[in-house]
């Protein structure tokens, strides 16, 4: 296993990815969704997709460029044929897995069905994500002792999600930056994350689930919630109008880039998977990594780079399918001056 030295803290993996783990099954291209008793066929037919935030992120990650042994992915599913797919996608892409078979649930299902033009539409049996161990995780994270550690969609995660603080406190005295991306809690509200984001280096959410979180519609006034809170990196993601991001005093608002949408399924997880990219890289620039430390310009390009990789994953059908590190630098290259010459730098007061 090979081991890297940042500040004095030796990290055996770079990424573990934490989280739900979904079987998606995919309708794209609709033409419109069927009434009661009426048939609509699917012009580009079902798919079935690996999903969830955990297994989304550690696959893009892989494709964009981490070594395979360097990403795992830790999570839960049910002792059904939709587990064995699960597990076997995963390890094919080359993610290491510390994922249990439980036998309280099935694996959790998601039906998505994406009518053209439109947004998606989620049906979701949450099934073995609830299930995910608390208590495993943290003995893989003090094996792994991972230079960043992911958690995706918190909020569906039963005990773990009543355990977060405590867990993301742990990370921290290892030496870990966290990243958390949470989801509309499942059975409780969102104190359980509230109560953590003093351990939470990156926070990423849509701009529902920051008014919902903050009870802030405004996502400027939702970003001053979080790092008031002590959330070091705030961002929302708000689609195809862009994103709202704070570090600091400072804001930013960045236009989205311009693609053909095919289904923006995993767009937000592409979107953390690049983040963490883009640190890992900084980190074996600069020797570790400091959130608060980022200048101006290592923000704007982390935001970039971030935005990029949603975009790839929108042109094509599945979470993961369309995130390449071909494609994510294409969209840059193609699109970046038109991107920066109209970001908005905004410190405070606004």
């Not at 020797?287 to 310009?297: N, S």
Request: hydrophobic letters at 40%; glycine letters at 10%; proline letters at 4%.
């Amino acid at each position: 296993m090979r081991q890297r030295d940042s500040g004095g803290v030796k990290f055996i993996f770079l990424v573990t990815c934490a989280g739900i783990l979904v079987a998606d099954i995919i309708a794209s291209e609709l033409p419109k969704i069927s009434s009661p008793g009426e048939v609509t066929f699917a012009p580009s037919g079902l798919k079935l997709c690996v999903g969830g935030h955990a297994a989304n992120v550690s696959i893009d990650l892989v494709k964009l460029g981490l070594r395979k042994g360097d990403v795992s992915c830790v999570g839960a599913v049910g002792r059904d044929i939709f587990g064995d797919f699960m597990i076997k996608e995963i390890e094919v892409s080359g993610v290491v897995t510390h994922i249990e078979r439980v036998r309280q649930a099935g694996t959790s299902l998601n039906m998505i069905l994406v009518v053209k033009g439109e947004d998606r539409r989620f049906h979701v049996d949450v099934g073995a994500n609830l299930f995910l161990s608390p208590h495993r995780v943290l003995a893989i994270l003090r094996g792994e002792k991972p230079l960043i550690f992911y958690i995706g969609a918190t909020g569906h995660l039963g005990e773990f999600d009543e355990q977060l603080p405590r867990i993301l406190k742990e990370a921290k005295k290892i030496g870990c930056t966290t990243l958390v991306d949470p989801i509309q809690p499942y059975g409780h509200g969102y104190e359980f994350l509230v109560d953590s984001f003093e351990w939470i280096d990156v926070l990423h959410c849509n701009s529902i689930e920051a008014k919902n979180m903050t009870d802030r519609p405004d996502p400027k006034e939702a970003l001053d919630a979080f790092t008031d809170q002590g959330v070091k990196l705030a961002i929302i993601t708000v689609g195809e109008k862009g994103l709202f991001a704070k570090l600091g005093d400072e804001r930013v608002i960045m236009p989205a880039f311009v693609v053909p949408v095919v289904d923006p399924t995993g767009a937000g997880d592409a979107f953390c998977a690049s983040v963490i990219h883009f640190l890992i890289d900084l980190a074996g620039r600069k020797k570790g990594i400091d959130i608060r430390a980022l200048t101006r310009g290592e923000l704007t390009d982390l935001l970039l780079e971030g935005e990029a990789a949603g975009a790839a994953c929108v042109t094509d059908v599945g979470t993961t399918k369309g995130v390449t590190k071909e494609n994510v630098n294409r969209i840059i290259r193609e699109q970046k001056k038109t991107i920066v010459d109209r970001i908005q730098y905004v410190p405070k007061p606004y």
